[in-house]
């Protein structure tokens, strides 16, 4: 099993940052990509960005392209970077692991963290 924990959401003004963090314990070994999901009151869960274990590839939803990044911080941590942030960006956030950034979303999930974009 592979456990995911986020942290690192709040409430932030339209155009302010925020960076969450996911850190992954457990059969680490297993996973090869981790990403992000979200999830806004009453529409159903979408993609946001995910990164390869190695670093070496990422995707972004078309939503959120050229505001966040995704990284992988050390081992077992991903960030993500979110900046310009809009009142659309409101939900919680999933951190996902899964064999491949292809196999996404994988079977492994966090608790999520809410990320509220209000003035």
């Known amino acids: 099993q592979v456990q995911l924990v986020e942290s690192g959401g709040g409430l932030v003004q339209p155009g302010g940052s925020l960076r969450l963090s996911c850190a992954a314990s457990?059969?680490?070994?297993?996973?090869?990509?981790m990403g992000w999901y979200r999830q806004a009151p009453g529409k159903e869960r979408e993609f946001v960005a995910a990164?390869?274990?190695?670093?070496?590839?990422t995707n972004y939803a078309d939503s959120v392209k050229g505001r966040f990044t995704i990284s992988r911080v050390n081992a077992n941590t991903v960030y993500l970077q979110m900046n310009s942030l809009k009142p659309e960006d409101t939900a919680v956030y999933y951190c996902?692991?899964?064999?491949?950034?292809?196999?996404?979303?994988?079977?492994?999930w966090g608790q999520g963290t809410q990320v509220t974009v209000s003035s």
């Open positions: 996902n692991a899964a064999r491949s950034i292809a196999t996404m979303p994988g079977n492994y």
């Open positions: 457990g059969r680490i070994f297993s996973i090869y990509a």
């Open positions: 990164i390869t274990w190695t670093g070496g590839s």
